[in-house]
């Protein structure tokens, strides 16, 4: 008796063109926030330098 194995059919299969749909506005998002954070961290960088050459200067 031989049996042969049937693809599962209950679990879903990303294809590449929905892949791609759905990844889009996420990796522009994740860009948006990594912009966003560095920028607020340059302004703290920035920020702290300015307080301590008026502090040290």
Do not use: C, H, I, N
Not at 31 to 44: K, N, P, R
């Amino acid at each position: 008796m031989t049996t042969t194995q049937q693809p599962r059919t209950d679990e879903p299969v990303a294809t590449d063109d929905v892949a791609t749909v759905t990844g889009a506005p996420v990796r522009a998002m994740a860009l948006a926030l990594w912009v966003v954070v560095g920028s607020l961290l340059t302004y703290g960088v920035a920020q702290t330098a300015l307080k301590a050459a008026a502090l040290f200067g």
